[in-house]
């Protein structure tokens, strides 16, 4: 289920919520990395930015957005982890 779009200077998340049972994130934030600003921005910087966004919020202090999606959106897609050798 699709929650809220989280977002900063250098990258772009959709938060999630797995509803399917069995299965499992290792990420803090069950999240899709939706984009970066270049390609000198991982994508693993996602991470980085919903810990911060999740304990000091978002708006003009912490320079995070965020936007709630409303009608609780469900999707369907593949899992799978990004590896990057850049």
């Known amino acids: 289920m699709l929650e809220r779009v989280v977002w900063d200077d ?3 998340a959709i938060v999630a919520r797995i509803v399917d049972n069995g299965w ?3 990420n803090e934030i069950a999240h899709i990395t939706v984009g970066t600003r270049g390609n000198d921005v991982k994508p ?3 991470n980085d930015l919903l810990k ?6 978002s708006g ?4 995070i957005g965020e936007l709630v ?3 609780r959106k469900i999707v369907s897609g ?5 590896l990057s050798n850049r």
Do not use: A, P
């Open 10 to 12: 250098r990258i772009m």
């Open 24 to 26: 499992e994130c290792t």
């Open 44 to 46: 693993k910087e996602s």
């Open 52 to 57: 911060r966004w999740l304990e000091k919020g």
């Open 60 to 63: 003009d202090e912490t320079q």
């Open 69 to 71: 999606i409303d009608g």
């Open 78 to 82: 593949t899992v799978k982890g990004v």
